[in-house]
């Protein structure tokens, strides 16, 4: 039977239909199992099938299912939130929830402009953001998005909000051909021309994630955020990712004690056991608000959900209890090991990187090579043979986005390594069979 969901091929009925999901695994309805090497879309912490997870959420159900947040707080969302900012950086002491990472850094743009706007600075509203980013797919999250394929799909740039990009920190493939540390740390300093260029009285904010995968040199984060504090831009951390200790730090931040202005978070947050995510102001930028109109007029319908926010509870009470928030740093070395040997093993992989459980794994195609086409391939192939992952293509790179469950034990890395040990000869083996130069 043709399926009635939308899917991003248009012309495709083959999405596999997932059934149940078990610890890292997810089972089709074949029966087939796949190894979920990037927890989905890089949010699957605690592993599939935890049942107080779904118990927690019943229960809260059977109490109370929903309120409006302008009429009423609730029990899971003020628990929740103490819990987070109890973590976040010193500084941040409110969350407002969401149901994506999208809708929070809408939220971000949006606290970022009223925050000058409410000191009287009117002037600041231009965001930038880095070239390779991705923040979401509303229009302003998609604006922030540095992801050309994404921007120009469906001919969305007119709806877009300018934004400027600049590089992204990428040391083992410099996209000025600089090394660390003579270049002095030349992908951050573009920031401080980018901010002049733009005029220092009209830029708001500066986004980026602390890291997808790659790993910035020491000095990367503390030079962007003495720049910020030099020209009165705003930092927001995107940790919709790599918060809530996925790189091994309870957000991505700690890994360089910098603190933003503004935090989202998202997808660990309930590991994917309900929709959540959500933006963190600082006292900085919430003092500003609370001391000008008094006001934010933000949310949405969903914001701060009951039963979103009891999964995410329950699930922050299980990673805790369960010591995986410690873990996840000793998890990441041993994965980092494998994708060392996946690295040598394998002309095709030039790198590897990462921090925590959020790694990638680079591969240069031969030159000429159409790398969107490339990456759906590296997708299929991976489906084919049992690997749920992630992909990335940036400069002449395509790679696996790699963030399995907090869980993942010695025996099943190993299995991930054999997985990508038969996926890419067999990507090598398309490649060569397709090749156009
Ligand atoms: C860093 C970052 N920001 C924002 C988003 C958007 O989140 P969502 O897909 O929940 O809207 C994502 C999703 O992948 C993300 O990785």
Known sequence: MASALVRVGL????TPVAVRGQGVYVFDNTGKRYLDGSGGALIVTIGHGVAEIGEAVAAQMKKLSYVFRAHFSNE????????????????????LFTSSGSEAVEAAIK???????????HGRHKIISRLDSYHGVTLGAMSATGMHAMKDAGSWRPLQIPVRHIN???????????????????CA??????IIEEGPGSVAAFIAEPSRGEEPPPDYWPTIREICDRYGVLLIADEVACGLWRTGRAYCVDHWNIVPDLLTFGKATASGYAPL????????????????????????????????CAAGLAVQ?????????????GRGE??????????????????TSGLGLLRQLALRPPRGTNLTIASLVLEALSMRFGLISQYWKAGDRVGFQLAPPYIISDSQILELEERLDRIIPAFAGWLAANRTS
């Open 11 to 14: 012309r495709e009925n083959n």
């Open 76 to 95: 899971p969302a003020e628990e929740l939130a103490q819990m987070l900012v109890s973590e976040m950086p010193v500084g941040f002491s409110r969350v």
């Open 111 to 121: 606290a970022a402009r009223q925050y000058h706007h409410e000191r009287g600075d």
């Open 168 to 186: 992204t920190v990428r040391c083992d493939d410099c996209p000025f051909h600089l090394k660390y540390p003579s270049c002095q740390t030349f």
């Open 189 to 194: 300093t573009e920031l401080e021309r980018a």
């Open 277 to 308: 995510a959500g933006l963190a102001m600082s006292d900085k930028v919430l003092d500003a608000l609370v001391n000008g109109s008094g006001v934010f007029l933000h949310g949405h319908t969903h914001s701060a959900n009951p039963m979103s």
């Open 317 to 329: 009470r299980h990673v805790r209890a369960n010591g995986l928030d410690r873990g996840v740093a």
């Open 334 to 351: 041993i994965l980092d090991q494998a994708l060392r040997r996946v690295v040598a093993k394998h002309e095709i992989c030039v790198a």
